[in-house]
């Protein structure tokens, strides 16, 4: 049995009447959380071990809850110490969505669930009842999100400084970006609602990972899934998808954009910030932490910007940026 801290077995006896058979560790994200499958002789669950010095397990409590009372399939949690930081939650199983992805021949099905999954969470009511709805996704949040593709990204992984006029420039595009995505409906939004933060079972999707939810704009996680960091798709499967999430958001969000090209603007720009704020995580994860896997995911990440960035006149000198510090 892997014990990773003497605290841990007596949690587990405490709250299992027992000890367990087995104790394993299973994989964990970019943040400092754990995570241990527990065996008992008749059922299997998750602990997750995350240090109360370094994550506040608070609102991934409080927003489970939240989610779990209009049917998003979240794990349950059965028992939490937050001043331990562990938690014991409902298994969802090993598979990710991703690693479902790549075992079957049309994703489709897959993706009709997690967007099926995705109406459900935006569709539960924004009235202060949860954690989450006392986050706004405000002009300060999204703009510091784009610091760190300057500062981590640009400056330290690619070891380039940003000059002032240059930084004057970024600030400029930055906030013609801003002001438009702050034009959009605002939802419950996942922040990470993509293929590594998604499980899928038999009873279908289970959403992972939404502690950082907050209330912001209606097409932030569709972004997320869509231009996903980690698995990419043709423009026609996107539009595909793209088009059953807007037919549910229309009956069950009441979104109703001018016509297409309204909505596909506010769509790639969101997706923009979306992904430069990845890309710069991935450069904070590597430079601070010492994860160095996620930066082979920029790639990815960065051609779906510079695929829409050409669009968009207004952007053109975000894209002339990224010419001079990301060529």
């Not at 009372?69 to 028992?79: A, I, K, T, Y």
């Not at 506010?266 to 979306?274: H, K, L, P, T």
């Not at 002339?320 to 510090?325: E, F, I």
Request: proline residues 6%; glycine residues 6%.
């Amino acid at each position: 049995m892997t014990q990773p801290h003497d605290s841990i077995d007596l949690f587990l006896r405490e709250t299992l009447g027992t000890a367990p058979l087995a104790v394993t560790r299973v994989a964990g994200d970019a943040s400092f959380r754990g995570y241990y499958r527990v065996e008992t002789a008749t059922d299997r669950f998750i602990l997750m071990d995350a240090p109360p010095d370094k994550e506040d397990s608070a609102p991934f409590l409080d927003i489970a809850r939240f989610l779990g009372r209009f049917g998003v399939p979240v794990p349950q949690v059965l028992h939490a110490r937050l001043d331990l930081g562990y938690l014991l939650l409902t298994d969802f199983g090993d598979m990710t969505f991703l690693e479902a992805i790549r075992q079957k021949s049309d994703p489709r099905p897959l993706y009709r669930a997690a967007v099926h999954t995705l109406l459900e969470m935006q569709a539960t009511p924004v009235d202060g009842s949860c954690i989450a709805h006392q986050r706004p996704f405000d002009r300060a949040m999204l703009r510091r999100e784009l610091a760190l593709f300057t500062d981590w990204y640009i400056e330290q992984i690619r070891a380039t400084p940003i000059t002032a006029p240059d930084r004057e420039r970024f600030e400029e595009v930055f906030t013609v970006l801003l002001d438009a995505i702050l034009q959009q409906p605002v939802v419950f939004v996942h922040r990470d609602y993509h293929s590594r933060n998604l499980m899928w079972h038999p009873g279908g999707v289970g959403v992972l990972d939404f502690q950082d939810a907050v209330v912001g704009p209606i097409t932030y996680d569709l972004a997320s899934l869509l231009r996903d960091c980690y698995v990419a798709w043709d423009a026609d499967f996107r539009d595909e998808i793209t088009a059953l999430w807007l037919e549910g958001a229309r009956t069950r969000l009441g979104y109703a954009p001018a016509d297409a090209q309204t909505f596909q603007q506010a769509f790639d720009w969101m997706g923009i910030q979306r992904n430069l704020k990845a890309i710069g995580i991935f450069g904070r994860l590597s430079r601070r932490d010492g994860k160095h896997g996620y930066l082979a995911d920029i790639p990815r990440t960065m051609g779906y910007v510079r695929e829409v960035l050409r669009r968009y006149p207004a952007l053109q000198t975000l894209d002339h940026l990224m010419d001079r510090y990301t060529p």
